[in-house]
């Protein structure tokens, strides 16, 4: 019998019919379309909000939580709404930061295995469920106005290099990428540098669209910078 590790291996591989094919790929169809629609719905009223990217592992009492929260609510007072994952820790932080002073806090909660909940401190009309990591990822990006990236994991390696490379390709605008904490990113920005840049499988000026910082008070900065430069504002 397949153990819960192998199980999505073995469904892969099972034989359908052709009636179980379209069965099941018409009702996927018609879920990621209800995802996209409530999405859409609910986010396109709230206004420039920031992306608050990292992990959910993080505990409050942790450094990096701390600083999470700070830079929900240094945002929040300049006007941004703050976007977060919707789950625990660094997701949290945000959330909670967002909830003190009041700024839309928005969360975009994945179902997932281990039955990720949201976090107590999203705003209750500003809550939404995913099934699909992808549909989740084009509403983190569709409505942000800028990425701050805490210290995490694949997923928030994942959701980094999603804003990147739709900035590189242009297809956002040239939306701030703020990355905190010098030294947890450094070696995989040298890596990037040295292997990558080395071989030619980027641009060199690449680089230039992130930007590192070790504060809560520099990457609220970068953000508000930004647009200062453009003399956009937050509009609410």
Not at 142 to 164: H, N, R, W
Request: charged share 25%.
């Amino acid at each position: 019998m397949a153990t819960n590790s192998t199980e999505p291996i073995a469904k892969a591989f099972k034989r359908k019919s052709w009636n179980e094919i379209r069965t099941n790929d018409s009702w996927a169809i018609f879920k990621i379309m209800s995802e996209f629609v409530e999405g859409y719905e609910r986010l396109s009223r709230i206004g420039p909000c920031v992306s608050i990217f990292g992990s959910a592992r993080l505990k409050e009492d942790h450094a990096w939580y701390k600083d999470a929260q700070a830079i929900a609510e240094g945002l929040g007072r300049k006007g941004y709404g703050i976007i977060s994952g919707g789950g625990p820790g660094i997701m949290e932080a945000a959330n909670r930061g967002a909830l003190a002073v009041h700024a839309p806090s928005v969360g975009l909660n994945i179902e997932l295995p281990h039955e990720q909940k949201g976090n107590d401190f999203i705003d209750l009309d500003k809550s939404v469920n995913f099934d699909y990591f992808f549909v989740r990822k084009v509403m983190f990006v569709k409505y942000s106005q800028g990425f701050v990236v805490m210290p995490g994991g694949f997923g928030t390696l994942d959701e980094m290099f999603e804003a990147i490379t739709l900035i590189q390709t242009k297809k956002i605008g040239k939306f701030p990428v703020v990355l905190v904490g010098r030294d947890y990113w450094a070696g995989l920005l040298d890596w990037i540098r040295r292997t990558l840049g080395g071989n030619g499988l980027i641009n060199m000026e690449d680089m230039d669209l992130l930007k590192v910082v070790d504060s809560p008070e520099e990457a609220i900065e970068a953000i508000d910078d930004f647009y200062s430069r453009y003399l956009f504002k937050p509009n609410f």
